[in-house]
């Protein structure tokens, strides 16, 4: 019977930042060690709410695993959640709110304005005005913060901050393994 155990000495070339792979953008690797996937604008962007009510949601409190984040609150009452969680694109349906921490990775590896920390992207279709480039405004993740609260990344500063309040954008990820 053959070996079918992986071959621990392979490594895989990490994609450019901006790539098109797996139904959207390479964006970087998260602190869990798989490649981040950003969705295409026309398809995975939005604005919504993080939640209907000031009240906690259980489960979304990972800094690192959106994806497991997004299965705990996917529902009516979390309707950013509920738009990630719902996307079938590029044959792929694994699309959920990113965590804390993806955002974060997304805005250093592609922030789209000129004269900003970090600098703007090197990847022309992420850049301020590009076909794919993120709005400079904050962007909802799916980490909770507390009951009244839920972790939001900025793509004009790079600030973060904490609220359940207003609308905000919602852009989609995904997660590959290496």
């Known amino acids: 019977m053959p070996d079918t155990a992986p ?32 969705s295409p604008k026309a398809e995975g962007e939005t604005v919504l709410a993080w939640k ?56 250093r590896n592609l922030m789209p304005l000129s004269g900003g920390n970090p600098a703007q992207t090197a990847v022309e279709a992420f850049q301020e005005g590009g076909a794919e480039a993120f709005e400079a405004a904050w962007h909802w993740t799916s980490t909770q913060d507390s009951p009244g609260y839920a972790w939001l990344q900025d793509f004009g500063y790079g600030l973060q901050y904490y609220t359940k309040y207003d609308r905000h954008r919602v852009r989609a990820v995904r997660k590959c393994l290496l």
């Open 52 to 107: 209907t009510t000031m009240t906690a949601s259980p489960g979304a409190l990972s800094f690192v695993d959106g994806l497991a984040n997004t299965r705990d609150i996917a529902d009516a009452d979390h309707p950013a959640a509920a738009f990630c969680a719902a996307l079938r694109i590029g044959g792929y349906d694994d699309w959920h709110l990113g965590s804390l921490d993806d955002m974060q990775t997304l805005m």
């Open 7 to 38: 071959n621990p000495g392979l490594t895989i070339p990490v994609p450019a930042i901006g790539t098109p792979i797996a139904g959207g953008f390479f964006g970087g690797v998260s602190r869990d060690g798989t490649w981040i996937i950003v």
